[in-house]
């Protein structure tokens, strides 16, 4: 599985869990750890980097609490700049819309476009505010 891409420590116990007993897997993941083959830092930062382009920060930090990371390895993975948070999500809109809000509805649709795809609402303000002017 490894071989593939790579999986955080809680989406390996999942998978493994009908193969053998808690503590097998327990060892074999601890041993893989060791070894340096399973590392939740790596998986944090391969699926931020693949992902941070088309996501907000808060999806993404909520994708990988979902996959099981901890908050200190998630704040570590997940870009700290305000400004590229603003770019990504500069980008992820004009990716989707071609012109700027032209109603109230329009602007609805494209902020919560923006606020599913992870954006916070600070975001989301600045960038609609932006295309407006």
């Given at each position: 599985m490894l071989a593939r891409r790579?999986?955080?420590?809680?989406?390996?116990?999942?998978?493994?869990?009908?193969?053998?007993?808690?503590?097998?897997?327990?060892?074999?993941?601890?041993?893989?750890?060791?070894?340096?083959?399973?590392?939740?830092a790596r998986f944090a930062e391969s699926f931020v980097s693949s992902r941070a382009a088309r996501f907000g920060t808060a999806r993404l930090r909520h994708s990988l609490r979902a996959k099981g990371i901890a908050d200190v390895i998630i704040a570590a993975a997940l870009p700290a700049d305000a400004d590229s948070e603003i770019n990504r999500a500069r980008e992820v809109w004009r990716r989707k819309f071609a012109t700027p809000p032209v109603d109230r509805a329009d602007y609805a649709r494209q902020a919560r476009f923006l606020q599913q795809?992870?954006?916070?609402?600070?975001?989301i303000r600045k960038v609609l505010k932006e295309t407006q002017e």
């Open positions: 790579e999986h955080s420590r809680a989406e390996l116990v999942q998978k493994l869990s009908a193969d053998g007993t808690r503590e097998d897997i327990q060892a074999v993941l601890d041993q893989l750890e060791q070894s340096g083959l399973l590392s939740d795809r992870g954006f916070t609402g600070d975001t």
